[in-house]
């Protein structure tokens, strides 16, 4: 049973997440099409960078997937606040793809092999000139694990829509804080 944590406006485009059980978060978006153009911002390391992480990602189940996050080049030429300065390098997140059907799903695990290891699918599905993508992370056992999660992947999804748009770049560690504030007070403790 979803149990949602705010209703989101008609487009999704800032609607916060929903959580479908305590250990799962899923964000919606409606965004720019075509489908084609979105798939290749997921999965595209270099249109991929402008919103989340660089690096490889065989697109076949099994493949493996090394993010590459730049977290400091996705401020907007601002510098990072000192509370952010230990995520504001290079970090490598691996994972392996579970499912992959081109233009459709994506779905591989995060931090593969740690303790905090979780899945992540994306899902598309065309609406007319615009795509609606479902973004749903799973496995995320600890409260203060959710909450970064929930602001990382909210402030994350922003600037895909700004890349989309062709908007103007919002600085990350702002966004990233006012989400991650939000969510403190709308995820169950």
Same mark, same amino acid.
């Given at each position: 049973?979803?149990?949602?944590?705010?209703?989101?406006?008609?487009?999704?485009?800032?609607?916060?997440?929903?959580?479908?059980?305590?250990?799962?978060?899923?964000?919606?978006?409606?965004?720019?099409?075509?489908?084609?153009?979105?798939?290749?911002?997921?999965?595209?390391?270099?249109?991929?960078?402008?919103?989340?992480?660089?690096?490889?990602?065989?697109?076949?189940?099994?493949?493996?997937?090394? $993010?590459?996050?730049?977290?400091?080049?996705?401020?907007?030429?601002?510098?990072?606040?000192?509370?952010?300065?230990?995520?504001?390098?290079?970090?490598?997140?691996?994972?392996?793809?579970?499912?992959?059907?081109?233009?459709?799903?994506?779905?591989?695990?995060?931090?593969?092999?740690?303790?905090?290891?979780?899945?992540?699918?994306?899902?598309?599905?065309?609406?007319?000139?615009?795509?609606?993508?479902?973004?749903?992370?799973?496995? $995320?056992?600890?409260?203060?694990?959710?909450?970064?999660?929930?602001?990382?992947?909210?402030?994350? $999804?922003?600037? $895909?829509?700004?890349?989309?748009?062709?908007?103007?770049?919002?600085?990350?560690?702002?966004?990233?804080?006012?989400?991650?504030?939000?969510?403190?007070?709308?995820?169950?403790?």
């Amino acid at each position: 049973m979803t149990a949602p944590i705010e209703t989101a406006p008609a487009e999704f485009d800032l609607g916060y997440a929903t959580q479908d059980a305590i250990d799962t978060l899923r964000f919606e978006r409606l965004l720019p099409g075509p489908v084609e153009r979105v798939w290749a911002y997921l999965t595209e390391p270099d249109k991929r960078r402008l919103w989340l992480a660089a690096g490889p990602m065989e697109l076949t189940a099994g493949g493996k997937v090394d $993010l590459v996050f730049r977290n400091g080049e996705l401020n907007a030429g601002q510098p990072t606040p000192e509370r952010f300065t230990k995520f504001a390098g290079e970090i490598h997140n691996e994972g392996v793809v579970l499912a992959c059907e081109p233009n459709r799903l994506l779905r591989f695990t995060w931090e593969a092999g740690t303790p905090t290891e979780s899945e992540v699918t994306f899902e598309l599905a065309p609406r007319g000139a615009k795509v609606y993508l479902t973004v749903t992370h799973r496995r $995320l056992v600890a409260r203060g694990t959710r909450l970064s999660v929930a602001g990382g992947w909210h402030a994350h $999804l922003t600037l $895909l829509a700004e890349a989309l748009e062709g908007r103007e770049r919002s600085a990350l560690w702002p966004l990233f804080a006012h989400y991650r504030e939000a969510y403190e007070a709308r995820l169950p403790e």
